[in-house]
């Protein structure tokens, strides 16, 4: 069965601080794609990145990057120079194929809460 | 805008009393689900749907139903709502293929 652990329950960090939020997934597909969702305090869920498991390179976006290895099944986030905007709970999540074909089930790790104190 | 909409935002309920909560998307996606997020759980499947009149189970589909007549509508009926359904919930759609869902705004229900 596919898993998603997030070790990190809680973190509160100081602004301009870099943080990285740790994912490591299991499954036994040899195709599978990894997410990070961001839940911020109004509550909706928002699209960080996809990643597919053929795709091992790092991945930057102004801030945010993404460390994917498949040696220890991991794919963590981190957030340079934090803001307090930044302050919300992250998912981590997998995909698996489903039975009659498409990748659309999603399972997301329990989320670790990001406060960035000013 | 391409969203996904579900109604309503809030809601709370007597137990057993059923309700449906609505969801609806534009993009003409073929897959729809529901999930609710309980703390410490993360989010957890309830039911999907990968087409018009094709529903399937997720991980904790118990006390609930749904129906696909509709591409674009996917409503989560609970015909006898309990306090352990107390919950937030989220309906999402996603194109065919590995794209990932498009998550609605969530509906926490509160069932007394």
């Known amino acids: 069965a596919q898993k998603v652990t997030q070790a990190q329950t809680e973190i509160s960090v100081v602004e301009k601080e870099d943080v990285t939020l740790d994912c490591v997934y299991e499954?036994?597909?040899?195709?599978?794609?990894l997410f990070w969702y961001k839940q911020p305090p109004s509550g909706e869920l928002v699209f960080l990145i996809r990643r597919n498991s053929f795709d091992e390179q790092n991945e930057i976006s102004g801030r945010y990057s993404w460390n994917f290895q498949k040696s220890t099944s991991s794919f963590n986030f981190t957030i340079t120079a934090s803001q307090v905007v930044d302050s919300a709970v992250y998912f981590c999540a997998l995909s698996e194929a489903l039975p009659g074909g498409g990748n659309e089930k999603l399972t997301f790790g329990t989320g670790t809460r990001l406060t960035i104190i000013p | 805008e391409a969203q996904v909409t579900q109604n309503p935002r809030y809601l709370i309920t007597v137990t057993g009393k059923k309700l449906t909560v609505t969801c609806s998307q534009n993009m003409n996606h073929e897959y729809m689900s529901w999930y609710r997020q309980d703390p410490g759980l993360g989010l957890r499947q309830i039911y999907y749907s990968m087409n018009v009149e094709v529903t399937d189970k997720g991980d904790v589909p118990e006390g609930y139903k749904v129906s696909r007549k509709e591409k674009r509508n996917f409503p989560l009926i609970l015909e006898s709502p309990s306090p352990n359904q107390t919950s937030l919930y989220f309906c999402a759609s996603a194109p065919q293929g590995p794209y990932g869902y498009t998550f609605g705004s969530g509906t926490r229900l509160t069932v007394v």
């Open positions: 499954t036994r597909d040899t195709t599978y794609y």
